[in-house]
């Protein structure tokens, strides 16, 4: 009777004993999700058994958990962005290059996310808000900046296609339907994405899976976003706190990383995605010359402190004697000691060598805010500088556009409207419908522009780099001037569906000959 007793306490006990271990392996399981040891290494439920047993674990840095909504998006990051840059690598060269950038985008991208959750929302076009969007602004614009800065490469369709695409992480700033937003990126990227799937399907398939992850980013990224965010990015408003200290937390990497996800056993296995701690940040600005300042203040100081001591300023000049006063004795004009009066030939001439006042530098300028608004029946679009947002106006046929000052910017004009205007735009890009009169672009370096429908005319001024796109029925119609113009080529479809744009160069040098009294101009042609 005794050892029953003996054996039922014991049991008992242990049965106790492990209903204490069960919540602590629970709780040593969950913080393995975002927290991370001195050490790189999460805590797992091995070590929370330890705990339960005596054996105290390594000590842990205390971090946040990651929501649900930025769970999701790392799953996006780790699969279909993951595959994408694991392909670009077996490319290899600018396509490798420009792949790791896309992933700093959506590295970007995910901290705005997580600020989203911890914050309330700022202002738009607040300078937090702004500042929440700079780096993200910045490493779309890497993306672009490789694609430009390698405009002779052999994979430059591959640069475009990815170019294009990156423009879907602008999502964040669209309402109420961000994820037809992603959908409409997606059909920018498969206009250049399905010339590479034409000319590489039967040379190299690597090329043709390679346009297909790229694919599968869009499609997943939208769906993510269908769920989440159906209606635009939400903020924490309730209880979030400052737009400027929720920033620096992720700045400073108060919340942790997602764990990485379980590798399959499907060969070949893909390497480990790279660590966004060790994601280089984007250039900073330059700082003022604070010197500069410092001086020009002290200096201004002096002089309204000589000017306060009133005529005492001028006590220490010296008297001029009436006899050496030019103005009273011209005779004195005439020496050695006075220099002659420059001619008008000379003093135009030192005029002239005398550098004119440099403009200011753009980033001393203040910028001005963006403007869209109907004025009567010309609408104005004016500085607008987002490369990951599309600036869409519902034109009317009698309706005018004059586009100014925007950069990295693309416009989409739906309907027939009367003409568009744009001047001195940098990286802008039109796509229009149809057009009653023409298209003036002054001013306007690597200037892109689709035509869909019907344009008649097309007038290029001082336009450094452009690519036109036209449609089947402006084949027969459409007019191009141009004027001081270097880089611009037309793309014109094939005659059947199958065939891929044919990119026809406009001439830039011509040639005056005089023949029998007759003035004539020819295009010169370049042989080689």
């Given at each position: 009777?005794?050892s029953l007793?003996?054996?039922?306490k014991r049991?008992?006990?242990?049965?106790s004993?492990?209903?204490?271990?069960?919540?602590?392996?629970?709780d040593?399981a969950a913080s393995t999700?975002?927290?991370?040891?001195?050490t790189?290494?999460g805590?797992?439920?091995?070590?929370?058994?330890?705990?339960?047993?005596?054996?105290?674990p390594?000590?842990?840095?205390?971090?946040e958990t990651?929501?649900?909504t930025?769970d999701?998006f790392?799953?996006?990051?780790?699969?279909?962005?993951k595959?994408?840059?694991?392909?670009s690598?077996e490319?290899?060269?600018?396509v490798?290059?420009?792949?790791?950038?896309?992933?700093?985008?959506?590295a970007?991208e995910?901290?705005?996310?997580?600020v989203?959750?911890?914050?309330?929302?700022?202002e738009?076009?607040s300078?937090?808000?702004?500042?929440i969007?700079?780096?993200?602004?910045?490493?779309?614009?890497?993306?672009?900046?490789?694609?430009?800065?390698?405009?002779?490469?052999p994979?430059?369709?591959?640069?475009?296609?990815?170019s294009?695409?990156i423009?879907?992480?602008g999502?964040i700033?669209?309402?109420?339907?961000p994820?037809?937003?992603v959908?409409?990126c997606l059909?920018?990227?498969?206009?250049?994405?399905?010339?590479i799937?034409?000319?590489?399907?039967?040379?190299?398939?690597?090329?043709?899976?390679?346009?297909n992850a790229f694919y599968?980013?869009f499609?997943?990224?939208a769906s993510?976003?269908k769920?989440?965010?159906p209606?635009g990015v939400?903020?924490?408003?309730?209880?979030?706190?400052?737009?400027?200290?929720?920033?620096?937390q992720?700045?400073?990497?108060q919340?942790?990383?997602?764990?990485?996800?379980?590798?399959?056993?499907?060969p070949?296995?893909?390497?480990?995605?790279p660590s966004?701690?060790?994601?280089?940040?984007?250039?900073?600005?330059?700082?003022?010359?604070?010197?500069?300042?410092s001086?020009d203040?002290s200096?201004m100081?002096?002089?309204f402190d000589?000017?306060?001591?009133?005529?005492?300023?001028?006590?220490?000049?010296?008297?001029v004697?009436?006899s050496?006063?030019t103005h009273?004795?011209?005779?004195?004009r005439?020496?050695s000691?006075?220099?002659?009066?420059?001619?008008r030939?000379?003093s135009?001439?030192?005029?002239?060598?005398?550098?004119s006042?440099?403009?200011?530098?753009?980033?001393?300028?203040?910028k001005?805010?963006?403007?869209?608004?109907l004025?009567?029946?010309?609408w104005?679009?004016?500085n607008?500088?987002?490369?990951?947002?599309?600036?869409?106006?519902?034109?009317a046929?009698?309706?005018s556009?004059?586009i100014s000052?925007?950069?990295k910017?693309t416009?989409?004009v739906?309907g027939?409207?009367?003409a568009?205007s744009?001047?001195?735009?940098t990286?802008?890009?039109?796509?229009?419908?149809?057009?009653?009169?023409?298209?003036?672009?002054?001013?306007?370096?690597?200037?892109?522009?689709?035509?869909?429908?019907?344009?008649?005319?097309?007038?290029?001024?001082q336009?450094?780099?452009a690519?036109?796109?036209l449609?089947k029925?402006?084949?027969?119609?459409?007019?191009?001037?141009?004027?001081?113009?270097?880089?611009?080529?037309?793309n014109?479809?094939?005659q059947?569906e199958?065939?891929d744009y044919?990119?026809?160069?406009?001439?830039e040098?011509?040639?005056s000959v005089?023949r029998?009294?007759?003035?004539?101009?020819e295009?010169?042609?370049?042989?080689g």
């Amino acid at each position: 009777m005794n050892s029953l007793t003996t054996l039922i306490k014991r049991l008992e006990a242990a049965t106790s004993r492990l209903e204490d271990m069960v919540p602590n392996v629970n709780d040593s399981a969950a913080s393995t999700n975002g927290i991370e040891s001195t050490t790189g290494q999460g805590m797992t439920a091995a070590d929370g058994m330890g705990q339960a047993r005596g054996n105290a674990p390594p000590p842990l840095r205390h971090m946040e958990t990651l929501p649900p909504t930025i769970d999701d998006f790392d799953a996006t990051i780790n699969g279909e962005v993951k595959t994408f840059v694991n392909m670009s690598e077996e490319i290899g060269g600018l396509v490798a290059e420009q792949s790791a950038a896309v992933l700093r985008a959506f590295a970007a991208e995910r901290k705005f996310l997580i600020v989203t959750t911890k914050a309330k929302k700022p202002e738009i076009q607040s300078p937090v808000y702004m500042e929440i969007l700079k780096e993200l602004q910045s490493m779309m614009g890497a993306v672009n900046d490789i694609r430009e800065a390698n405009r002779a490469s052999p994979l430059f369709t591959h640069l475009t296609t990815v170019s294009e695409g990156i423009v879907m992480l602008g999502w964040i700033t669209v309402d109420p339907k961000p994820a037809d937003f992603v959908t409409e990126c997606l059909s920018s990227a498969q206009f250049y994405g399905n010339r590479i799937i034409k000319e590489y399907k039967e040379k190299d398939r690597k090329h043709v899976e390679w346009v297909n992850a790229f694919y599968n980013i869009f499609k997943s990224l939208a769906s993510y976003v269908k769920q989440h965010y159906p209606s635009g990015v939400t903020w924490n408003n309730q209880n979030g706190i400052d737009p400027q200290e929720a920033l620096k937390q992720v700045q400073s990497g108060q919340i942790s990383r997602s764990p990485p996800p379980s590798t399959g056993p499907a060969p070949p296995p893909p390497p480990p995605l790279p660590s966004f701690d060790g994601l280089p940040p984007p250039p900073p600005p330059v700082p003022p010359n604070g010197t500069g300042a410092s001086s020009d203040s002290s200096d201004m100081g002096a002089v309204f402190d000589q000017i306060s001591r009133g005529s005492d300023v001028t006590s220490h000049l010296r008297k001029v004697d009436p006899s050496s006063q030019t103005h009273k004795n011209p005779s004195l004009r005439t020496s050695s000691a006075v220099p002659p009066a420059p001619s008008r030939s000379t003093s135009q001439s030192s005029s002239r060598s005398i550098p004119s006042k440099k403009p200011k530098p753009e980033s001393m300028r203040t910028k001005k805010p963006p403007k869209k608004e109907l004025e009567g029946n010309k609408w104005l679009i004016e500085n607008y500088d987002n490369p990951g947002q599309m600036i869409e106006i519902e034109a009317a046929i009698n309706h005018s556009l004059l586009i100014s000052r925007c950069t990295k910017t693309t416009i989409r004009v739906i309907g027939k409207a009367n003409a568009i205007s744009l001047d001195n735009c940098t990286q802008t890009s039109l796509v229009i419908d149809s057009l009653v009169s023409a298209v003036d672009v002054i001013k306007c370096p690597k200037f892109e522009m689709q035509v869909l429908g019907m344009l008649p005319t097309i007038m290029l001024d001082q336009v450094d780099g452009a690519a036109i796109y036209l449609n089947k029925e402006t084949l027969h119609t459409t007019e191009v001037y141009t004027s001081k113009c270097t880089g611009v080529n037309i793309n014109m479809p094939g005659q059947s569906e199958d065939e891929d744009y044919v990119e026809k160069p406009l001439p830039e040098q011509l040639k005056s000959v005089v023949r029998n009294g007759v003035l004539t101009s020819e295009i010169v042609e370049h042989a080689g």
